[in-house]
C-alpha cells in the first residue's frame, strides 16, 4: 500500500496536465513485439461468469483492499475522472469492457503511462475483487453528465492543446473518407455511448485521456485493442484530428445503454432441493 500512495505522490508532482505525452515521445515508434501483441485477455475461464457484487466494488473504490490504494485517488470520488492527472472517466463504462482492462493492466497487456501504478494495482485486486470494481462504475449513472472537461481551462493551462469542436463532430460522425478513417460512431455509436460489450462509452471521456490514448493507439504504445482496430484508426490522424475528435467526444453527453451486460449470476439451490 505504501509504495503504491508513493508513487501515486511522485506522479502527482508532475504538475497540472503534466501527463500528456510530448510530441517527441508519439513520434516514438513501439517495438514491433508490442505493436504486435494479442489482444486475447488473459482472464482464467472460471471469471468470465462470475458476477461483481456493486457494494463491494464501491468499498474497495473507495477505502481500497490490501496493496490496492482506493481507486479514487486518482479518478475521483465516483470515478469521473481528472484532467490534472490524465485519468479517465470510468463511471457509466461497461462491466466487460473495465473487468477485461484489469486483467490486461495485471497482464501486462497494457500499460500504464499516465500515473505508472494500475499494473501493480491490478496484479493486486483478486478476480472478485476486478469485478466488483467494475459492476461498481458499471452502476453508476447519475453524475456522468458532469464529467466532461472544461476546455476553457484547459485552454488557459496552455499544457495541452484543445482543438475544435465542430471540426471533430465531422470526424466522429462521418470519418475522413480521403484517408479511409472510419466515422468513430460506426463502432462507438451515437455520441460515443459505446457498444457493448466490446466497443467502450467515449462521450462524456476525459479530454486529456482521450488524447493521450489516442496518441498512444497511434504510436502503438497502446496495442490491447482487438485485432488491432483502434491502432488502424488512429494511424491515419494527425495530432490536430486527434485534438478535434477530443474536443467534440468530451463535450458530447453519453448516452445510458441500459443494463451493464455483467454474466446471469443464477440464485444458490436451496437446501435439500435438487435441480
Keep these: 500500500m505504501r509504495r503504491f500512495l508513493t508513487a501515486l505522490l511522485a506522479a502527482a508532482a508532475l504538475g497540472a496536465f503534466g501527463v500528456v505525452w510530448s510530441e517527441e515521445q508519439a513520434a516514438e515508434p513501439a517495438p514491433a513485439a508490442e505493436a504486435a501483441a ?3 485477455t488473459p482472464m482464467p475461464m472460471e471469471a468470465l461468469t462470475l458476477a461483481g457484487n456493486a457494494e463491494a466494488g464501491a468499498k474497495i473504490f473507495a477505502e481500497g483492499k490490501g496493496e490496492a490504494p482506493p481507486c479514487m485517488s486518482c479518478h475521483g470520488e465516483k470515478g469521473l475522472g481528472d484532467d ?3 485519468t479517465p472517466r ?3 463504462q461497461g462491466f466487460v469492457y473495465l473487468r477485461k ?3 490486461e493492466f495485471a497482464a501486462d497487456r497494457r500499460t500504464d503511462t499516465t500515473m505508472g ?3 501493480g494495482i491490478a496484479r493486486a485486486l483478486s478476480d472478485q475483487d476486478k469485478a466488483d470494481i467494475s459492476a461498481y462504475e458499471a452502476s453508476i449513472r447519475e453524475d456522468v453528465l458532469a464529467s466532461a472537461s472544461n476546455l476553457e481551462e484547459i485552454k488557459a493551462a496552455g499544457a495541452v492543446p484543445v482543438g475544435e469542436k465542430h471540426l471533430g463532430k465531422g470526424i466522429v460522425l462521418y470519418g475522413i473518407p480521403e484517408r479511409n478513417v472510419p466515422a468513430c460512431t460506426s463502432c462507438h455509436q451515437y455520441n460515443g455511448r459505446g457498444a457493448l460489450p466490446v466497443y467502450p462509452s467515449i462521450g462524456g471521456q476525459r479530454y486529456v485521456y482521450l488524447v ?3 496518441k498512444m493507439w497511434r504510436d502503438g504504445s497502446r496495442a490491447n485493442d482487438p485485432l488491432a482496430q483502434m491502432r488502424a484508426v488512429a494511424g491515419k490522424l494527425s495530432d490536430e484530428d486527434i485534438y478535434n475528435v477530443a474536443a467534440y467526444l468530451t463535450s458530447a453527453p453519453p448516452i445510458s445503454i441500459g443494463n451493464s451486460r455483467q454474466p446471469h449470476q443464477p ?6 432441493v435438487a435441480h
Aim: aromatic share 4%; hydrophobic share 50%; glycine share 12%.
Design 212 to 214: 493521450n490514448q489516442l
Design 90 to 92: 470510468l463511471a457509466g
Design 101 to 103: 482492462q484489469l486483467y
Design 38 to 40: 494479442p489482444a486475447a
Design 267 to 272: 440464485e444458490p439451490a436451496a437446501a435439500g
Design 117 to 119: 501504478v494500475m499494473n
Design 84 to 86: 490534472n492527472m490524465g
